[in-house]
């Protein structure tokens, strides 16, 4: 017959029986990813408050809460003496439930606001679910994000349930705690835009180098090739104009956006950035940081655009002051050549008619002359 041996381990491990309490707050504390002594610290000083509350005491500083982490059983010493009251037990459990919804909310709160500030620089997409005076609220998955007055753009007229594109600003720490800010009018939102419609820009094949917007009116950025063969302006306009349009209609629709071939010339650059304008010359004074552009009298609404925006946004994008100047229109030498010719000639032509003149006169005399004779 075979005996069993009984491992020695087995007999001197203690009997650990989990109580409803201690499987609770491990199942929670692991979730959410909260230290389960940290939730038991602040249950105990929970329910000092509460007995402090409903038992007031002078002797605070001898009062000591236990807790069992087991079955969550709490008992009230003081000098080693349990004080606990009758009907404690159920005070002491509201408060652990109060502590413990309390601790899940903040290690939520702190985890949305960590996965966040990862995200900042990025854009998400987003539906207007309230306005909040000036602020509209804005869910934008995990977390509601506030757009501000000054983040928003004055052409568009948002409305509840609204589905669109934001830009992650930043966090921003108030009294109350931290919150997500997000925009629409941050140029970063037209960089995260060409980065999700144009596959060259989100491999970093093409680069935007600078953006000047003015939101809701007109955008302007310049763009780079790190990859020979490869058309930064194609690459961002697309088949058709299918890709800048994409940008376009997610910035409202009535948004232009003009694609600039960056240069590191001064000169060609500032003369592209000043598109649509054309035969442009450039002058530059490298001290002052000033570039003079000399355009054509047909040119110049063009180059100044409306309110000036069009030189505005190409003085923000080439990071130089533009002034510019009418070209002026005197006639080269050989054009005054030929009009000083001109007027000789019509001079010249002038007196053959004053000597034709003459003789008529003097044809016209004759005949008097001689019927003068004949009456001699």
Not at 61 to 70: I, Q, R, S
Request: proline share 6%.
């Amino acid at each position: 017959m075979r005996r069993w041996v009984i491992p020695p381990f087995y007999i001197y491990m203690p009997a650990t029986i989990r109580s409803e309490f201690a499987l609770a707050l491990n199942q929670v504390a692991t979730e959410r990813g909260i230290d389960p002594n940290i939730v038991l610290e602040s249950i105990k000083a929970a329910i000092l408050a509460a007995y402090r509350k409903d038992y007031g005491t002078s002797d605070l500083d001898k009062l000591e809460v236990t807790l069992n982490p087991d079955t969550g059983e709490a008992k009230v010493n003081k000098e080693g003496k349990d004080v606990t009251p009758p009907g404690f037990g159920r005070i002491a459990a509201q408060t652990a439930k109060q502590v413990i919804l309390q601790k899940i909310r903040e290690a939520e709160k702190k985890s949305i606001i960590s996965d966040f500030t990862t995200k900042i620089g990025t854009v998400a997409s987003g539906m207007v679910l309230r306005f909040d005076g000036p602020n509209i609220i804005v869910d934008i998955g995990r977390a509601e994000a506030v757009m501000p007055r000054e983040h928003q753009v004055p052409q568009e007229h948002y409305r509840l349930n609204q589905r669109l594109t934001f830009y992650i600003e930043g966090i921003r720490t108030l009294t109350k705690g931290e919150e997500v800010i997000v925009s629409r009018s941050h140029p970063g939102l037209v960089l995260g835009l060409f980065k999700r419609e144009v596959p060259e820009v989100a491999n970093s094949a093409v680069t935007i180098k600078e953006i000047a917007r003015e939101a809701g009116n007109r955008t302007k950025i310049a763009v780079y090739s790190n990859q020979s063969g490869v058309d930064p302006v194609g690459s961002c306009v697309g088949q058709k104009g299918i890709r800048v349009q994409a940008v376009i209609n997610e910035l409202g629709g009535t948004e232009k956006v003009d694609i600039i071939q960056w240069n590191d010339n001064p000169k060609i650059f500032i003369q592209s950035s000043l598109a649509p304008a054309k035969d442009i010359e450039i002058t530059l004074d490298m001290e002052k940081k000033i570039a003079t552009a000399l355009v054509a009298e047909g040119e110049l609404s063009q180059a100044i655009g409306r309110e000036g925006q069009n030189v505005r946004l190409a003085s923000k994008l080439s990071g130089w002051k533009i002034d510019i100047r009418p070209k002026t229109t005197t006639p080269p030498p050989q054009a005054a050549a030929a009009s000083d010719d001109s007027t000789k000639t019509s001079l010249t032509t002038s007196t053959p008619t004053d000597d034709t003149t003459k003789t008529t006169d003097l044809k016209k005399d004759e005949p008097e002359v001689k019927e003068d004779k004949k009456e001699s």
